[in-house]
């Protein structure tokens, strides 16, 4: 009977394949990762992938770790999905006896991996995006960390730097999700207390063709500037190409999600001299250049999209922190994180896993000069953080100054 | 028992019935017959509930019965069979007759679920029913066949089955003896006749004129969508407007 | 990789499964026995999700409530509060052709989603709502999924039961000559609205309480989690693979998808780490090639359409 051959098959290949991944394993330490490949949010997994696998490179250049045993690092595609996104956290933790995780991305996938595989799991989770600010208040028994600030941050500095442009009246345009939503609040309180005035601040469904109306409604009472809130690939470039057609604005503020070359092809002479901002590194140390650099050696140039230095941290993080507890275990992990960083510590780069290694023995405290700045968590495991002001020059994005928080 | 008022049915523009009356007797066989074209369906349909009245009125058991839903005409002691038959292909013909009678509980789900004895006594009742339908039809041995799998005349001889079973008072038969064999035909004849001993009123369009005039105590023609002429087999097979009719010449 | 580890896995993804076979068996039921097009099953789940997630949570000032009401209660009242929603988008469109109905379903899916968005003091917005309790946490420890897994196989039990129970009943038996011909069942005095009606609102029933399970096991609902990618058109994949108007075969199809969905991201998962990207675009045309070879050699699902008939019928001969 051919349906019974076919419903056999399906069954040998998934057995197959549930114990062939195991008959290659070898001693290693896993680290899982929770990236998007496909879906929303792919353009992104590709690039943060890349920052965690330049952390295991280092790591392993430099001996490994717990006794050189190799970092491997197990990844599972989200599809930018919750669904499948806690599928694969679950994957990790259970087939892959994984008790530390750096992702995911979005807060819409992190939270449920959070509450439903990490946190009973005793397994440790530290995003390198989920800006939202549910997860700073999240009841998780210590073991979710994120090495980015929470979107209220952000918005502070966006507020600001619309007040230093000299604009009295803003409008705002932001996509309708947690992360727009929580900007689009912080945007508004800290403008208004600097004495500016909003006068339209608009939600926008993504993807759509046009977004005429929503430029309509905010050029409504003649703002001075347009904040916009928005990613390159959900409707972002779309809306800045019909302000800019229809005449709506010529002044823009930019947000994370736009720092991206995208933005200005075609349009580069309009946007000349536009600023925008983006969470990025704490100063202090050379953690950025060198993770340029490191970057560009291994995988070419690095692109201008967030998080990538982010997900490195994480993972490096999590390696001290396995380190530290001499355990792969989720409960010694997340005791580990916090005693073993520390703002005056003593200084690793990104590149000094070795040197690490013997802190980490001596029983000294690390301060982890990290690729996106110093990494330090409050006692929430949120990262303080550090918001960067860009600008658009000669159709270029070049970082001008950060503000820290 | 059943009574139309000028009732008219256009599509788009077309009059398919034109101010047609009539009345059907209570315990008689009544035929309806005309040429092609003269309406004859569409005023079983309007009769049925199946198409909605534009002029004119129904009443059905002295009821007016003006555009009720199809199921409530039914539910009123109507039973019909279709032009061509109508049979629940996928389902045997046991089921075919099974799901025809009205108020059975176990049609309300919960009863199914939650009142199972009750529902169970009442389909072996129903399905007794239905065997005995079957007998009456001598269609017993194919119980279990596939509806699908029916000859033509059987599946006619299914129709009229699920008619009766339905227990109605009033009978609507559309062409039973169309694309029938000979035997079956007098089989079908003399169920028609075995009805209306039990007291039940038939009106049956039909095309053959030997069943009509076997079987019929009146006859209505249509033509037109009008209503032409009425009377007893006899009186109808010598009226010249009838002839008229079917010949399609204008004599006078 | 431990043999707990991997039952641990095991239980973890049934649970995952047993949730998309509650709404595969829901579908089942509009679909398969019903012929109605509910192409906006995502908007059921969400609703069954958000409602139980609101009667059960305690009091919060982010949303509507919650009511911290037993999850018993929750999955109850997400099963009615989707009944309801089937009845009001039924009322206008179930006595329309079926196409009809799937373009009603789709918009109101999508308007439930904008509403669980936009009205941020119902659901609070696109922020979620985080901290769903589980019923009896805490009470198994690390074999809280065994437990909730039991939970889930009982609610597929009572649905399958019902299903049966109902298809093989004097009511199914008019669903499914409705399906057959409309103007027989009518002629014979059927109320073909009140029972595709029932059908809507029962599958609707099904699909809200499995909403509402998927609630509690993640804790976290969010708009994105009522995509019509993964909440509707995997759902009827699953349908489609076992085989539309079979209960058995609803289950079947929506492991096999689940699984096929899952179980690609280890095969790809063994290529080398410099590809993943590249595997998880292969993993995408995987389930597409596993998908179509299913469907090109049973076109009509793995199980095909069970002959269901009346109880006594059945017994008869």
């Known amino acids: 009977m051919f349906k019974k051959k076919i419903f056999i098959t399906m069954l040998v290949m998934l057995f197959l394949s549930l114990t062939v991944s195991g008959v290659f394993a070898q001693e290693t330490v896993k680290i899982g990762t929770l990236m998007p490949l496909t879906g929303g949010l792919a353009s992104y997994g590709q690039f943060t992938r890349n920052g965690t696998l330049l952390a295991q490179k280092i790591i392993n250049e430099q001996g490994g770790l717990l006794g050189g045993k190799e970092l491997e690092l197990v990844n599972v595609d989200t599809q930018t999905n919750p669904q499948a996104g806690v599928d694969g956290a679950q994957k990790l933790v259970s087939v892959n006896g994984i008790n530390a995780i750096v992702g995911a991305l979005s807060s819409g996938v992190t939270i449920p991996v959070a509450e439903s595989v990490a946190v009973p799991g005793e397994t440790v989770l530290i995003s390198p995006s989920s800006t939202s600010p549910v997860l700073t208040t999240l009841e998780d028994n210590g073991y979710v960390f994120r090495t980015v600030p929470s979107d209220s941050l952000q918005g502070v500095v966006a507020g600001n730097l619309a007040a230093d442009l000299n604009n009295d009246k803003l409008a705002i345009i932001y996509v309708n999700n947690d992360y727009g939503q929580g900007l689009n609040d912080a945007v508004i309180e800290q403008f208004e207390k600097r004495g500016g005035e909003v006068t339209a601040s608009i939600a926008f469904e993504p993807n759509k063709v046009s977004y005429r109306s929503e430029l309509m409604e905010a050029a409504s009472e003649n703002p001075d500037a347009l904040l916009l809130i928005a990613y390159t690939d959900d409707g972002g470039i779309t809306i800045i190409r019909q302000a800019l057609e229809n005449g709506y604005f010529n002044k823009f503020i930019f947000t994370d999600g736009l720092k991206a070359p995208e933005i200005t092809e075609g349009v580069e002479q309009y946007l000349e001299g536009m600023y925008g901002t983006a969470p990025t590194s704490m100063p202090g140390g050379n953690g950025p250049e060198l993770f340029t650099e490191l970057y560009e050696e291994e995988f070419g140039e690095i692109p201008p999209k967030p998080y990538i230095d982010t997900s490195f941290d994480a993972t490096f993080v999590l390696a001290l922190a396995i380190e530290k507890a001499g355990s792969t275990e989720g409960p010694a992990i997340r005791d580990a994180i916090n005693e073993v960083l520390a703002e005056d510590g003593m200084v690793v780069n990104i590149n000094e896993w070795n040197k690490a290694k013997d802190l980490i023995a001596a029983g000294e405290k690390i301060r982890y000069e990290g690729a996106s700045g110093p990494v330090i968590f409050n006692d929430v495991g949120d990262s303080m953080g550090a918001i960067g002001i860009w600008k658009i020059e000669d159709g270029d994005i070049v970082n001008e100054s950060v503000e820290i928080q | 028992m059943l009574k139309v008022e000028s009732a008219v049915k256009e599509f788009s523009g077309f009059r398919a019935v034109d101010e047609c009356s009539f009345e059907v007797e209570k315990n008689t066989i009544t035929g309806l017959i005309g040429p092609n074209g003269a309406g004859k369906t569409t005023m079983f349909n309007l009769i049925a509930g199946s198409l909605k009245l534009d002029q004119g009125e129904v009443y059905f058991s002295e009821q007016k019965v003006n555009n009720f839903a199809p199921h409530k005409i039914a539910r009123l002691g109507l039973a019909r069979t279709f032009q061509i038959p109508k049979t629940l292909k996928k389902m045997t013909v046991l089921e075919n007759l099974m799901l025809v009678p009205s108020g059975q509980s176990g049609e309300n789900i919960w009863n199914s679920w939650f009142r199972g004895s009750k529902v169970d006594s009442e389909e072996k009742e129903n399905e007794a029913k239905a065997y005995q339908t079957l007998e009456f039809l001598e269609l017993e041995h194919l119980s279990d066949e596939m509806a699908v799998n029916l000859s033509g005349g059987q599946k006619k001889l299914l129709e009229l089955g699920r008619a009766l079973m339905a227990e109605p008072e009033l009978i609507l038969l559309d062409e039973p003896g169309a694309g029938v064999n000979p035997t079956l035909l007098n089989k079908i004849a003399e169920n028609i006749i075995k009805l209306k001993e039990r007291g039940k009123t038939i009106l049956l369009i039909e095309h053959n004129m030997d069943l009509i005039m076997n079987i019929c105590d009146r006859v209505i023609v249509m033509n037109d969508g009008k209503h032409l002429v009425e009377g007893t087999p006899a009186e109808i097979k010598t009226n010249p407007k009838v002839l008229e009719a079917y010949l399609g010449e204008k004599t006078a | ?317």
């Open chain 3, 1 to 317: 990789m431990t043999l707990a580890g991997i039952f641990s896995y095991l239980v973890f993804f049934l649970i995952f499964v047993g949730i998309y076979a509650i709404m595969t068996l829901a579908l089942n039921i509009q679909r398969g026995f019903a012929g109605l097009f509910n192409i906006g099953i995502a908007g059921f789940w969400a609703v069954g999700a958000y409602t139980s997630a609101i009667m059960t949570k305690a009091p919060s000032p982010d949303h509507l409530g919650g009511f911290g009401m037993p999850f018993v209660i929750g999955l109850l009242a997400a099963g009615i509060v989707a009944s309801i929603l089937a009845l009001v988008v039924g009322i206008p469109t179930i006595r329309l052709r079926e196409d009809y109905l799937g373009i009603a379903t789709i918009g109101i899916a999508e308007i439930i989603r904008l509403v669980i968005k936009n009205e941020a003091w119902l659901s609070n917005g696109v922020r979620g709502i985080s901290a769903i309790p589980k019923p009896l946490a805490g009470v198994f420890g690390s074999n809280y999924n065994l437990f909730f897994l039991l939970i889930v196989i009982i609610v597929i039990a009572i649905f399958y039961y019902l299903s049966e129970k109902g298809i093989n009943s004097p009511w199914g038996r008019v669903l499914r000559a409705i399906r057959e011909d409309e103007e027989v069942v009518k002629a014979a005095g059927k109320n073909v609205v009140r029972y595709r009606m029932e059908a809507f609102i029962l599958g609707a029933f099904m699909m809200g309480v499995g909403g509402a399970l998927y609630a509690h096991f993640t804790s976290f609902i969010s708009p994105e989690a009522f995509r019509p990618m993964q909440a509707t058109f995997l759902v009827w994949i699953m349908l489609i693979i076992g085989g539309s108007a079979n209960n058995f075969g609803s289950i079947i199809g929506a492991f096999l998808t689940w699984g096929i969905w899952t179980g690609t991201e280890f095969l790809t998962g063994m290529l080398p780490a410099a590809y993943t990207t590249q595997a998880a675009a292969v993993r995408v045309i995987l389930i597409g090639i596993f998908l179509e070879v299913i469907l090109l050699s049973r076109p009509q699902g793995l199980f095909g359409e069970k002959k269901y008939s009346s109880k006594s019928t059945a017994n008869s001969k």
